[in-house]
């Protein structure tokens, strides 16, 4: 169960946002409420976790706090993102268990990557995706074709769980595109890495956002050093 929620927690924050991370403020007009998304995992990480290709995520934010409702091999998982704190909590509902994910590691890893060449080109074409409207922006690395984002502005910023991981480095993409939230990634193949299928406006409670009092802590695994 463990190593499938690890590669699990691996590959949600890279196929939300084409493994690139934004940063932790919330634009002024933040957006509260939850985002369903349909995302496509790809056959191998869904093969390594035990899980269907495509999955239905639910994506909930209060005040720059996350909440990622997911399915997983073992039942529902959560994925709990207080960017405030810099913590990030993984939640298994059937265990009533969860794991705090350590940061200081992650975070002097993100330190020494260098920033890389990212071109960002808007298109200006326009589509509604979930009742909202959103523009296709292309956004290449290097020589690597680029990938389709199409964001709206509707929604404030994005906010990756993933980022409490990371220290909150700004992308080169995202330093160029500003304040946006991804209703749809489109790989250069065609695929359609995720799209949000429904967006609802709404006051959610503050328990969302915390570990249950009868959830107890479990370790995660250490990956030892090759050799």
Known sequence: MLCAT????RALPSTLVLCAVMPLA???????????????????????VGAAATQQLEYQVRGGKVRVNMGGPMGGMVMLAVPQERKLYMLMAAQQTYMEVPMAEAASAASSIPEPDVRVTRTGKKETIAGLSCEHVLVAQGKAPPTDMCITTELGRYVDPGQVMRAGA????????????????????????????????KRLSNDLFSVPSNYNKMAVPVRRPPG
């Open 6 to 9: 690890r590669l699990l927690i």
């Open 26 to 48: 919330v634009a002024a007009q933040a957006f509260e409420g939850s985002v369903t998304m349909r995302v496509n995992l790809g056959a191998r990480a869904s093969a390594q």
């Open 170 to 201: 700004v992308p080169a993409w995202q330093k160029q595109i500003g304040d946006g939230f991804p209703l749809k990634v489109t790989q250069p193949d065609g695929t359609v890495m995720m799209e949000a299928i429904a967006v609802e406006k």
